[in-house]
């Protein structure tokens, strides 16, 4: 019987890996004809959008947007095209693509290292890696790791730049707890009791183990930093020419995330035709990804949708720094505008 558990819950983690999104790191990205501007289609600029890895519910909204025509209704043909988020952070900052989706950290690392993209609307309103680990390791919060072994893909990415976030808020640093580099194994690790807690997307690894009816804690990154999470990022070039280009994207992609969050049963219908795997038998599994998700895209209480502060990009900038993944501040009004969702919101 034990066996046979285990054996189900390692065939339903294999079919969770291949689906679930992984949003900052991965394998080779898929190749894509890089494009050097916008084109005009039937009277329309067809403009391709940097996403993440692989197709999957994670980018209901894009795929709501294609579907209800609110790019259309733009005057935009949008393409996507799946790969590297630090591969299109180089493409948008040097022009060859105008829009990507990405993370406040990467608009500050792409800064740093002399790339002039800008992010111009929040999506994820809340940084989507946590710490998680079982109920009865009883890790409740960042001082509980100190001592503990903790698995995480590598030193790289959203991973690590959560977890650096997490531990320097109890004061502690890598050499006070023990890292495993585990891949992309996290549920299966903690599952195993390999690690006493892992980093992974809060709808990915702690969403696993719940569905195998293992009770898990998280400790979630926003509670003690604000790193402006995934949203679209442009370049300065494309801000300064072409505005209304902008403009129109970032209305396309609000009212496709306002739309999902009113609509999610339909949003998540729509989804399966894009991402048909996602359906059949693993649709019980997307399903409560996707709902998790949709906590991500809902803004808090008070904030207004789409915009980011200067002092959460004050605060990333000088934490980033801190922990030497740049070497000199960035002029953190330079990493983001809230122009565009503004003027949104007027219209």
């Known amino acids: 019987m034990m066996n046979t558990r285990r054996n189900g819950f390692r065939y339903m983690m294999v079919n969770m890996t291949l689906i679930v999104v992984i949003l900052l790191a991965g394998c080779t990205p898929i190749a894509a004809p890089r494009i050097s501007n916008a084109t005009q289609t039937l009277g329309r600029e067809t403009v391709r959008l940097g996403a993440g890895f692989i197709p999957n519910v994670q980018f209901a909204p894009i795929y709501v947007g294609l579907e209800k025509g609110f790019f259309r209704d733009e005057g935009i043909e949008l393409e996507l095209s799946y790969g590297f988020e630090n591969d299109y952070l180089k493409l948008v900052g040097v022009d060859e693509y105008q829009f990507m989706l990405g993370s406040g950290d990467q608009v500050v690392l792409g800064r740093a290292q002399g790339l002039p993209v800008r992010y111009v609307?929040?999506?994820?309103?809340?940084?989507?890696?946590?710490?998680?680990?079982?109920?009865?390791?009883?890790i409740t919060q960042p001082a509980d790791l100190a001592g503990k072994t903790i698995g995480i893909p590598g030193a790289f990415g959203a991973s690590y730049v959560a977890l650096r976030g997490i531990l320097e808020a109890a004061n502690l640093t890598e050499q006070d707890v023990r890292l495993e580099s585990i891949g992309f194994t996290q549920a299966a690790a903690v599952s195993e009791d390999r690690v006493d807690a892992a980093v992974d997307y809060a709808v990915n690894g702690p969403v696993v183990?719940?569905?195998?009816?293992?009770?898990?804690n998280e400790i979630v990154?926003?509670?003690?930093?604000?790193?402006?999470?995934?949203?679209?990022?442009?370049?300065?070039?494309?801000?300064?020419?072409?505005?209304?280009?902008?403009?129109?994207?970032?209305?396309?992609?609000?009212?496709?995330?306002?739309?999902?969050?009113?609509?999610?049963?339909?949003?998540?219908?729509?989804?399966?035709?894009?991402?048909?795997?996602?359906?059949?038998?693993?649709?019980?599994?997307?399903?409560?990804?996707?709902?998790?998700?949709?906590?991500?895209?809902?803004p808090k209480p008070g904030q207004a949708p789409g915009v980011t502060n200067l002092a959460d990009w004050q605060a990333t900038v000088a934490f980033m720094q801190r922990i030497g993944l740049i070497d000199t501040a960035v002029d953190a009004e330079s990493l983001f505008t809230n122009q565009f969702v503004e003027e949104v919101g007027q219209n």
């Open 121 to 138: 609307l929040n999506w994820y309103t809340r940084f989507p890696v946590v710490v998680f680990s079982k109920v009865e390791r009883n």
């Open 221 to 298: 990154l926003d509670d003690y930093l604000v790193i402006p999470s995934n949203g679209l990022v442009t370049n300065e070039r494309t801000i300064a020419e072409r505005p209304d280009l902008v403009q129109r994207m970032v209305r396309g992609l609000q009212r496709s995330i306002a739309y999902t969050l009113a609509n999610p049963d339909e949003a998540f219908a729509i989804s399966l035709k894009v991402v048909p795997e996602a359906g059949g038998e693993n649709e019980a599994a997307n399903r409560a990804v996707f709902d998790a998700s949709l906590a991500f895209w809902t």
């Open 209 to 216: 183990l719940r569905l195998a009816g293992i009770p898990v």
